[in-house]
């Protein structure tokens, strides 16, 4: 597989990519038990814990929503860290 440079795609090119992944992995969580308790303490973070990860305000992740990869899960908002970063990167 060749590898790609991230920094010169789109904002929108990178929240796709980021949507795609971070939906597929999510559908892999609902359909496997053991795979969520491998994955889900380290790898996907609600949206107290992105905040944490990030350092900034649960509200600007609220009011950034638009902007920033992640999946709903029922209730749950869920962000994976590696979107999280390639975000955060993008914005700062």
């Known amino acids: 597989m060749e590898k790609m440079d991230l920094s010169k795609l789109s904002d929108y090119q990178l929240r796709k990519i980021s949507r795609f992944c971070v939906e597929h992995f999510v559908e892999l969580l609902k359909k496997d038990h053991d795979l969520q ?18 350092r900034i305000p649960v509200g600007t992740i609220r009011h950034k929503m638009d902007e920033i990869p992640h999946e709903k899960v029922g209730k749950r908002v869920l962000f994976t860290k590696r979107s999280l970063r390639l975000w955060a990167s993008r914005k700062w």
């Open 37 to 54: 308790i491998i994955m889900y303490p380290d790898d996907l973070l609600n949206i107290d814990e992105a905040s944490e990860y990030l």
